[in-house]
């Protein structure tokens, strides 16, 4: 049984054709080449893709709601010292707009921008030349050189130095649209970005002396009607449902972040329909909105919107985005710890090699990870050694940049991209039991409130913590036996009854447990709200408890200690909570 599982798993791998992914991604190149939310031609795209779902047998129709979108234009930075230059370059989506002469100021190199970047210097005042990375990614380089006094932001495209692309993109921290409680904290100070070729000697410039310039940006932000595919496949014998999604809407050409997503996911929805019959759940396919001139407000709205219907039946979450790129040559894949043991199952069957899993991480519309439903991202990623020539470049030197055309698109890569995206969804939509291993959150929790344990003060006390996450550890291995067990028994051709309601009823726990442990491990802000883009404490696990080693180095009766010690005590005690009820949801399954 188990060898005929595994054929049945080819067989789907098979039936998934590149050839028809590259066309969808032709035609989006070709009739949709801007895909700017809120505007025409992401409306016809719309059509195109709710068209396709229709066509294979899904019910689809689009949601329509606002989305607060940018439309930037060229901006330019004028070097009014040393040597008089004037750079082109674009306004990053949400920046403010600087009256049309520009705002003058001198200029501070802070290399990546994050907040270590900044000791030692006064950006008071000035203007802010730092790189554009990941890390952290630009709303968060945007937050933190605002909170630290600067007047503009200006980021030097990575890639090669000879890279004359100019980037583009968002500097809008707040995930998903702002509401009346965070829209202050929407950018408020002009931010552009220049291409590499030229921002390296400006950067050296400023490493030799004084340096002053004019930055001048030119961006509207508008409320836009936005239409978002989202397609149902009932299917399943369960009431739940796995979800496939990426995002539509690009900057410059496109090509690879993000038409290869979509027509992987279409691929993927369209073989998934052939075998409705074999299916134990539902699919859904969405595609996000206002993800690049928005962040992630489609994604946000669909969490918010179908709140109940997300809680009680999603089993899973494939992101596809870059697939297909040139001179990709390894996939890698980010996931929510309870897939790590599924991903090197999948990827060892689909591409005949394994990478290990990596942590996922809250960026391209991972917005699920306070209702708790365990996700997937992953890609064809590029060498070290490309990544090193490219000065980190993880998406390519043409990275959201007009240059992002078919020309960069790999038809083998693609493939590769394909049969994991596959892989993964097949075992998802069938596998009796749910292939989580809590084995995997049980450890990461307990090591990380250790951590904290250590790193704080007596006044905090983590001790009911740590000891509730290692009972939460125990009977997480009792919880992955149990599966296996029940699934083994699949395997040897046992069906119906008994074994039918065990399943279900395990499948039930685990996904509660889900619920429970995703908040915790990795949002500061909770169930029902998103941390903004790229906030720094999420490097961490259990990030709300992040700052616990501030108390270590203050007088535990004075005024500074009281004001950590209120806001984190309070977090330590939503964390408790949680592992203790890890703890009894886990027993229950053992
Ligand atoms: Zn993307």
């Known amino acids: 049984m188990a060898q005929s599982v595994t054929a049945q798993l080819d067989e789907v791998i098979a039936e998934a054709s590149t050839d028809k992914a590259w066309e969808h991604m032709e035609w989006m190149s070709r009739e949709v080449p801007t895909r700017i939310s809120g505007w025409e031609p992401a409306k016809r795209h719309a059509d195109y893709l709710t068209d396709e779902l229709t066509s294979y047998g899904f019910a689809a129709h689009q949601d329509v709601f606002p989305g607060l979108v940018a439309y930037p234009r060229p901006g330019k930075l004028i070097i009014t010292s040393a040597v008089e230059q004037v750079i082109e370059g674009y306004t990053f989506a949400h920046s403010i707009s600087t009256p049309p002469e520009g705002l003058e100021g001198e200029l501070l190199y802070v290399g990546a921008g994050g907040e270590a970047d900044y000791e030692g210097k006064d950006a008071r005042g000035k203007i802010v030349l730092a790189e554009l990375s990941y890390s952290p990614p630009r709303p968060e380089k945007t937050r933190i050189a605002t909170a630290n006094g600067a007047i503009g932001l200006i980021l030097i495209n990575w890639g090669d130095d000879d890279n004359p692309s100019i980037p583009q993109g968002t500097v809008k921290p707040v995930w998903g649209n702002p509401t009346v409680d965070n829209i202050h904290m929407m950018p408020n100070l002009p931010a552009i970005g220049i291409a590499r070729l030229q921002g390296v000697p400006i950067r050296e410039l400023c490493k030799q002396g004084s340096v002053r310039a004019t930055i001048v940006s030119d961006a509207d932000r508008l409320w836009k009607t936005l239409h978002q ?204 039991v749910l292939p989580y291993d809590f084995r995997h959150n049980a450890r990461i929790l307990r090591e990380a409130l250790e951590g904290y344990a250590a790193a704080t003060d007596d006044t905090l006390g983590l001790d009911v913590t740590v000891e509730l996450a290692k009972g939460f550890e125990a009977k997480a291995a009792g919880v992955y036996a149990r599966a296996n067990e029940l699934q083994a028994r699949f395997a040897a051709g046992e069906s119906g009854g008994s074994l039918d309601d065990d399943a279900a009823a395990l499948n039930d726990t685990m996904r509660t447990i889900s619920r429970t442990v995703i908040p915790v491990l990795g949002s500061v802000v909770g169930r029902y709200g998103q941390d903004t883009y790229g906030l720094s404490a999420l490097k961490r696990w259990i990030p709300s408890l992040a700052l616990v080693s501030v108390l270590k180095d203050q007088d535990p009766l004075s005024g500074d200690h009281a004001l950590w010690w209120g806001k984190l005590v309070r977090e330590r005690n939503r964390v408790t909570d949680a592992v203790r009820e890890l703890n009894e949801l886990a027993a229950a399954a053992e």
Do not use: C
């Not at 299916?279 to 962040?295: K, M, P, S, T, Y």
């Open 229 to 432: 595919p989202h397609a149902r496949l009932g299917a399943g014998s369960e009431p739940h449902f796995l979800l496939l999604a990426d995002h539509m809407d690009s900057w410059g050409g496109g090509a690879t972040d993000n038409t290869s997503g979509n027509a992987v996911t279409l691929e993927v929805a369209r073989v998934l329909a052939n075998h409705k019959s074999e299916l134990r759940r539902d699919i859904q396919v969405a595609f996000w909105q206002a993800h690049e001139n928005g962040i992630m407000e489609g994604s946000t709205w669909f969490v918010d919107h179908y709140w109940d219907e997300i809680d009680r039946g999603m089993i899973g979450y494939i992101n596809i985005d870059s697939s297909g790129m040139k001179y990709a040559t390894q996939y890698e894949a980010t996931l929510s710890p309870e897939f790590w043991t599924m991903h090197e199952e999948s990827m060892q069957a689909a591409l005949g090699y394994v990478t290990p899993p990596k942590r996922l991480e809250k960026t391209g519309d991972q917005s699920f990870f306070g209702v708790g439903v365990p996700a997937i991202s992953g890609r064809m990623e590029f060498s070290k050694e490309l990544l090193e020539r490219w000065h980190g470049a993880i998406l390519g030197p043409w990275y959201q940049s007009t240059d992002d055309t078919m020309d960069v698109a790999d038809k083998d890569v693609l493939a590769q991209d394909i049969r994991i995206s596959m892989a993964y969804a097949w075992t998802l939509a069938t596998r009796p």
